[in-house]
């Protein structure tokens, strides 16, 4: 049904329809079809009505808070793509590689020792831990914590969704760099890499205020590499 669903799209998506995509394509990722006729119904088993899915739509129902900080922040859209999917642990992590069966162990490729899950990646590996120490933050509890992560003083706060996002793709970058790339990538090139990438994105803040704040993050940053 992914594979399916992809061939009718033109290749060249805007950013909404991105968005919307990998909503539809995190929806589907545990449906498996069959020849049964189909069923409809609400969420809870509820069966179908219009009226019903329009009061449920309408709703003040549950609220993702890490959407506001993702969607808004200024990060490329496939790496707001990449947070998204992160905080709902929907990438191929080798947790759930191995859930599908599709590796034969679910161990991290960076410390062998551990399930390597979203939480694992961005968080509690070792090596993200060294990363997150050379940057001289405290690492968050959870993934759905870390926009309430303790930012350094006199640097905004709201620049750091950026700047997280920065960091987790890039803590994602490594294991990406060991498997597919065969590069070992030490934590300090991994900081290095944090930098660059967001040196880049600097340039996406459009208004003055922002810029300059967001300069002064890269100004932190690039002095972490040099300790
Ligand atoms: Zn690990």
Redesign the pocket.
């Known amino acids: 049904m992914h594979n399916s669903l992809l061939a009718t799209l033109r290749n060249r998506l805007t950013n909404v329809a991105s968005v919307e995509l990998v909503s539809v394509l995190s929806l589907l990722q545990n449906v498996a079809t069959n020849n049964a006729p189909d069923d409809r119904f609400l969420t809870h088993g509820s069966s179908f009505s219009s009226r019903k899915a329009y009061s449920l739509l309408s709703s003040d129902h549950e609220i993702d808070l890490n959407a506001g900080y993702i969607w808004s922040s200024k990060a490329p859209i496939k790496v707001r793509i990449f947070g998204w999917l992160l905080c709902h642990d929907r990438l191929s992590t080798m947790a759930n590689l191995h859930h599908k069966t599709i590796t034969s162990h679910p161990n991290?490729p960076?410390?062998t020792t551990?399930h390597?899950d979203a939480l694992?990646v961005s968080i509690l590996?070792?090596?993200a831990l060294q990363v997150w120490a050379l940057l001289g933050l405290q690492p968050p509890h959870s993934i759905h914590r870390i926009w309430d992560t303790t930012t350094p003083v006199g640097l905004d706060i709201n620049i750091w969704p950026t700047v997280g996002l920065a960091i987790l793709w890039k803590l994602w970058d490594f294991k990406n760099a060991l498997v597919f790339r065969n590069e070992l990538h030490t934590p300090q090139i991994t900081l290095r890499n944090i930098v660059s990438d967001f040196t880049l994105w600097v340039l996406r803040f459009k208004d003055s205020v922002s810029w300059e704040a967001a300069m002064s993050w890269r100004l932190y940053l690039a002095s972490r590499c040099n300790l």
């Open positions: 991290c960076r410390c551990s390597e694992h590996c070792p090596y």
